[in-house]
């Protein structure tokens, strides 16, 4: 005997099926909205990692060396960045080498910062939390290695230095408080 019927689903039936599926492939429960506000603000400084590195490519094949770095280059090195491309290029070259080399990798960080808010740290994946603490690791060691020699280098890396952690301790009720324990 066929179980199946060849009747039309009601719309109401559908329309209950369609909200109950919707209702249970939510990325999450309902949030406050600083949490969204806070996460919007995660995929901004991913954009802003991404940007930077870009920018610092583009002007890498520009003039060999970041704008923003030319007052740091001059701080370290006594020398403008033009007179030492006279002086010594074959040691530009290997700075822009670096910085190019140095771009990609923040563009890599930036990738996989981006990829890991976008889908564990938005499904509340503990560990996506602890991950998104990493690239505090080369914003601190850029800031206190590079960026004190240039004021806006500085300006710049302090951005990420202090968002960063403002937005991972915003999120802590989310991953760690008692409605967290409830999603595990």
């Known amino acids: 005997m066929d179980t199946q019927s060849d009747e039309p689903i009601s719309e109401e039936v559908a329309q209950s099926t369609f909200g109950n599926h919707i209702s249970q492939n939510r990325i999450a429960p309902k949030q406050p909205v600083y949490l969204l ?25 520009r003039i060999g060396l970041p704008s923003d770095h030319l ?3 001059h701080g370290i090195t006594g ?13 530009t070259q290997y700075t822009t080498l670096l910085e190019v080399t ?5 563009l890599v960080f930036g990738l996989l910062f981006l990829i890991i808010v976008i889908i ?11 991950a998104c ?17 240039s004021t ?8 990420a230095d ?20 409830r999603l595990s």
């Open 133 to 149: 603490w990493v690239p505090m690791l080369a914003n601190f060691t850029y800031t206190f290695a590079i960026a004190h020699y």
């Open 71 to 73: 007052e740091a280059f």
């Open 162 to 181: 202090i968002a960063l952690p403002v937005l991972l301790l915003l999120h802590v009720p989310a991953f760690f408080g008692k409605s967290a324990r």
């Open 120 to 130: 564990p740290f938005r499904r509340r994946a503990r560990w996506a939390w602890w």
């Open 102 to 106: 140095y771009a990609v990798h923040e």
């Open 37 to 61: 506000v806070a996460w919007i603000l995660l995929l901004l400084l991913g954009g802003f990692f991404l940007f930077a590195s870009i920018s610092d490519l583009a002007s890498d094949a």
């Open 152 to 159: 806006t280098t500085l300006t710049y890396s302090l951005i």
């Open 79 to 91: 020398m403008t960045w033009s007179s030492a491309k006279v002086t010594s290029p074959q040691i």
